[in-house]
Structures are given as C-alpha cells and as structure tokens.
C-alpha cells in the first residue's frame, strides 16, 4: 500500500504511476488532474520533512481524490468537508479547481 512507504518512495511510486499511465494511454494527463496530482505530492513532501523534524510526532497518509462535475458539485463538496469533519481529519486538503 502506497501510505505505508517512506516519504521518497511514495513520491518516486507516485510518479512512476502517472508516467505508466500517460504511457498506456499514450497522452498526457488532463491539466486538472495533473494540478491535483502535484499537490497531493506537494502535501506529502511538506508532511515528510514535519515528521523528519520531529514536530507533530508520528504521520500518516490518507488521500482521496475526489473529481466533482456538473450543476451539484458545491452540494458534494459541503457534503464531504461536513463529513471530513465529523470524522476528525485533522488537516483535510481540498482543492478546488473550476474549468479544463
């Protein structure tokens, strides 16, 4: 499983996914989901160097991506965060993008 790696080895597993998959599908990820890619690894880079720090104890990571289309979305989103909530995530990253 992919949050039981070291910090390194989950960011180069990452990658290495999204480069098969550009690969197979022999075209590039959509921008969106590129964006979204980079910061979940963004997330874990800043979550790796607070852990090797010291500060904040023992990490752990837990990522859902989660794309939301047509007229409800913001219906969903609320809907999730309130949910995020109720289950105690401590530092929830929702990122919000809108277009292509």
Known sequence: ALARLPASAFLREVRARVLRRESVDGETL????????????????????????????????????????GEKWSVILARMARRLRQLRVAHPLLVIAIGD
């Open 30 to 69: 959509r921008p969106i989901l590129r964006e979204l890619i980079d910061a979940a690894l963004n997330v874990a880079i800043a979550t790796a160097a607070t852990a090797s720090s010291g500060v904040g104890g023992s990490v752990r990571r837990l990522a859902y991506l989660v794309l939301l289309y």
